[in-house]
T-cell receptor, first 114, second 113 residues
Framework: EAGVAQSPRYKIIEKRQSVAFWCNPISGHATLYWYQQILGQGPKLLIQFQNNGVVDDSQLPKDRFSAERLKGVDSTLKIQPAKLEDSAVYLC????????????FGQGTRLTVV | GDSVTQMEGPVTLSEEAFLTINCTYTATGYPSLFWYVQYPGEGLQLLLKATKADDKGSNKGFEATYRKETTSFHLEKGSVQVSDSAVYFCALSEKTSGSRLTFGEGTQLTVNP
């Protein structure tokens, strides 16, 4: 079974530029999460989708971050404009259903904002 | 809100030593508890979980018991190996919060031969 795929693996941009990350979850997984992991910290949820609807985006900085999940499968996370403090690893995860089942994580995209 | 507190790291042990990584949590309801592991260069992987009080999760020689009375979920292994070197994250999930995972800060474990 293929895992959660993310691209790109690494991205370096200048502050005020825009960037987008892509995630392809495990086939059949209805729930998709985006987490931000700052160096030395645990991952923090940015947004959770159930199929193509948003379940929780309470911790998403909506002035600069946006995310969508078209057709309830792939998802993109965008930052515009980026700030230095956005440097982090962005993790995508998916699960079959949200009710306390295992979440499977991708390898993440490491973003460096200079 | 929900929170998870892990013992400060990093932790350095010799091979075959006993491992304990402490984890305590704060939650409004009855969460499920997890330990995730992140090996160098890889994504997060579920190590073990427990869904109700007194449950013991176990995998690859690691164990953790859900202690509601002390709100703890400490990770233990009787004899660590060099291959166990990784970052370990304690996490909780509550249905009332959409089952999102709330993670601790992580504990870096290094096992020397």
């Amino acid at each position: 079974e293929a895992g959660v795929a993310q691209s790109p693996r690494y991205k370096i941009i200048e502050k005020r530029q825009s960037v987008a990350f892509w995630c392809n979850p495990i086939s059949g997984h209805a729930t998709l999460y985006w987490y931000q992991q700052i160096l030395g910290q645990g991952p923090k949820l940015l947004i959770q989708f159930q199929n193509n609807g948003v379940v929780d985006d309470s911790q998403l900085p909506k002035d600069r971050f946006s995310a969508e999940r078209l057709k309830g499968v792939d998802s993109t996370l965008k930052i515009q404009p980026a700030k230095l403090e956005d440097s982090a690893v962005y993790l995508c995860a998916s699960s079959l259903v949200p009710a306390n089942t295992e979440a499977f994580f991708g390898q993440g995209t490491r973003l460096t904002v200079v | 809100g929900d929170s998870v507190t892990q013992m400060e790291g990093p932790v350095t042990l010799s091979e075959e030593a006993f491992l304990t990584i402490n984890c305590t949590y704060t939650a409004t309801g009855y969460p499920s508890l997890f330990w995730y592991v992140q090996y160098p260069g890889e994504g997060l992987q579920l190590l073990l979980k427990a869904t109700k009080a007194d449950d013991k999760g176990s995998n690859k020689g690691f164990e953790a018991t859900y202690r509601k009375e002390t709100t703890s979920f400490h990770l233990e292994k009787g004899s660590v190996q060099v291959s166990d070197s990784a970052v370990y994250f304690c996490a909780l999930s509550e249905k009332t919060s959409g089952s999102r995972l709330t993670f601790g800060e992580g504990t870096q474990l290094t096992v020397n031969p």
